[in-house]
């Protein structure tokens, strides 16, 4: 059975399709512009949690926060997330200034305090103005309902051009078993973990332990594996909420259901991770990288990573240059085992390189393929059984304008 066969896309679907969750945003005055920029997701139930964080060594206030708030329990009830300020390298005053959000979260909700996350994303460097957030978090109560899905979305975007988000349904104990994701995310993307925030919530009943340890493994293969610009963020984070609603038995490896559980929690975060790096500033396509044939998984992954994190690949699909040179160079460099007589590499299915060595090929039907808003690029290293998938975007020259005028 594959993937596929085990959960089913929601159309429509949200982060509230999940029983016990609302949602919803509104607008503060974080933005300069008439945009939402404070957003919370809300379960009537404190539910079982679980997060993985930035490995940038500067972390991010709210990142503290959160965790703090996960290690009292591993639950929380609510998360509160403002865009347009990140609240990042901003020391004591920016760790006073998370607690008092989640603070007033906690009493605009009516829950305890180590039942609230908190996430920013936005402006490095500069202190939350704490008389408008406080205040956008008093109302916030009014706007967090069944259909606030996209208004939540909409109040986490900075540079996204558009809101990702997505519901699979399985069967668990004969029950439907929702899982719904959203995330934002698109420069400053190359985690392990990068700026990117991602929400995943569901209806399953399920400890924190296994959440925490189904997240981590996913994330791996998944948020793990997109690059847009080969910069970590401060202030990356993915919560997974459970709220135990669904009215199935306890959900953990060796029940029969566990897999398609998985497996559908795994395509949500795919998903999500696909669509940052599409949305990915000033990008035009989306590009994939699968490895094969790798002598280990940390090779495979490393080499993907390596290859659609180039900037002269990345350059080559904005282009329509079917360059195979730059993707054997960008191998090379992951400081990864490779033997070098024994490389394919194709692009999409035009075969540019066989055991090492070039193979002619339609140099105009590769253009006209690497025109497309999907770049499919394959490398076979023929010395294991390893592979990985990793995905990115092209480089455009909006990108360079719209970080050469971030703060502007």
Same mark, same amino acid.
């Given at each position: 059975?594959?993937?596929?066969?085990?959960?089913?896309?929601?159309?429509?679907?949200?982060?509230?399709?999940?029983?016990?969750?609302?949602?919803?945003?509104?607008?503060?005055?974080?933005?300069?512009?008439?945009?939402?920029?404070?957003?919370?997701?809300?379960?009537?139930?404190? *539910?079982?949690?679980?997060?993985?964080?930035?490995?940038?060594?500067?972390?991010?206030?709210?990142?503290?926060?959160?965790?703090? @708030?996960?290690?009292?329990?591993?639950?929380?009830?609510?998360?509160?997330?403002? @865009?347009?300020?990140?609240?990042?390298?901003?020391?004591?005053?920016? /760790?006073?200034?998370?607690?008092?959000?989640?603070?007033? #979260?906690? =009493?605009?909700?009516?829950?305890?305090?180590?039942?609230?996350?908190?996430?920013?994303?936005?402006?490095?460097?500069?202190?939350?103005?704490?008389?408008?957030?406080?205040?956008?978090?008093?109302?916030?109560?009014?706007?967090?309902?069944?259909?606030? @899905?996209?208004?939540?979305?909409? +109040?986490?975007?900075?540079? &996204?051009?558009?809101?990702?988000?997505?519901?699979?349904?399985?069967?668990?104990?004969?029950?439907?078993?929702?899982?719904?994701? #959203?995330?934002?995310?698109?420069?400053?993307?190359?985690?392990?973990?990068?700026?990117?925030?991602?929400?995943?919530? %569901?209806? +399953?009943?399920?400890?924190?332990?296994?959440?925490?340890?189904?997240?981590?493994?996913?994330?791996?293969?998944?948020?793990?594996?997109?690059?847009?610009?080969?910069?970590? @963020?401060?202030?990356?984070?993915?919560? +997974?909420?459970?709220?135990?609603?669904?009215?199935?038995?306890?959900?953990?490896?060796?029940?029969?259901?566990?897999? *398609?559980?998985?497996?559908?929690?795994?395509?949500?975060?795919?998903?999500? +991770?696909?669509?940052?790096?599409?949305?990915?500033?000033?990008?035009?396509?989306?590009?994939?990288? =699968?490895?094969?044939?790798?002598?280990?998984?940390?090779?495979?992954?490393?080499? #993907?990573?390596?290859?659609?994190?180039?900037?002269?690949?990345?350059?080559?699909?904005?282009?329509?240059? *079917?360059?195979?040179?730059?993707?054997?160079?960008?191998?090379?460099?992951?400081? =990864?085992?490779?033997? %070098?007589?024994?490389? &394919?590499?194709?692009?999409?299915?035009?075969?540019?390189?066989?055991?090492?060595?070039?193979?002619?090929?339609?140099?105009?039907?590769?253009? /006209?393929?690497?025109?497309?808003?999907?770049?499919?690029?394959?490398?076979?290293?023929?010395?294991?059984?390893? =592979? $990985?998938?990793?995905?990115?975007?092209?480089?455009?020259?909006?990108?360079?304008?719209?970080? $050469?005028?971030?703060?502007?």
């Amino acid at each position: 059975m594959n993937d596929h066969e085990q959960f089913t896309v929601v159309p429509d679907g949200g982060l509230t399709t999940p029983a016990g969750f609302r949602a919803g945003g509104l607008h503060c005055g974080l933005k300069k512009v008439e945009r939402y920029d404070l957003g919370a997701v809300v379960c009537e139930v404190p *539910a079982a949690a679980a997060a993985v964080y930035t490995l940038n060594a500067f972390q991010a206030a709210p990142l503290k926060v959160t965790r703090e @708030s996960l290690a009292a329990g591993g639950k929380l009830q609510a998360v509160v997330v403002n @865009s347009g300020n990140a609240n990042a390298c901003t020391g004591k005053q920016g /760790e006073e200034d998370a607690r008092t959000m989640r603070a007033a #979260a906690a =009493q605009a909700f009516g829950v305890e305090e180590h039942l609230v996350g908190v996430a920013s994303t936005g402006v490095i460097g500069e202190l939350l103005p704490m008389d408008k957030l406080g205040a956008g978090i008093a109302r916030l109560p009014e706007r967090v309902k069944l259909d606030g @899905s996209d208004d939540f979305c909409q +109040a986490i975007l900075t540079t &996204d051009l558009v809101q990702k988000m997505i519901c699979v349904k399985v069967t668990v104990d004969g029950r439907p078993v929702y899982i719904a994701g #959203a995330a934002k995310g698109s420069g400053m993307i190359h985690p392990n973990m990068a700026t990117m925030l991602g929400f995943i919530t %569901t209806d +399953a009943n399920i400890d924190a332990d296994p959440l925490q340890k189904l997240l981590s493994g996913v994330t791996d293969s998944t948020f793990n594996m997109i690059t847009v610009d080969g910069d970590t @963020s401060t202030n990356d984070m993915v919560v +997974a909420m459970a709220s135990g609603l669904s009215g199935s038995a306890k959900l953990a490896p060796g029940h029969p259901d566990w897999e *398609a559980f998985a497996a559908g929690f795994r395509h949500v975060s795919e998903y999500l +991770a696909k669509a940052i790096a599409r949305d990915g500033e000033g990008a035009t396509k989306l590009v994939e990288v =699968q490895v094969n044939g790798a002598a280990s998984i940390e090779a495979a992954r490393a080499i #993907a990573k390596t290859i659609v994190g180039s900037s002269l690949v990345k350059s080559a699909c904005f282009g329509a240059d *079917a360059n195979w040179g730059r993707i054997i160079a960008a191998a090379g460099r992951a400081g =990864q085992p490779l033997n %070098t007589e024994t490389v &394919d590499i194709r692009i999409g299915d035009i075969s540019v390189l066989e055991q090492s060595r070039p193979v002619k090929f339609d140099e105009e039907r590769a253009a /006209e393929y690497l025109k497309g808003d999907l770049v499919e690029i394959h490398v076979d290293l023929h010395m294991g059984t390893h =592979q $990985a998938t990793a995905w990115g975007c092209d480089l455009t020259y909006d990108y360079v304008r719209i970080n $050469a005028a971030y703060r502007t």
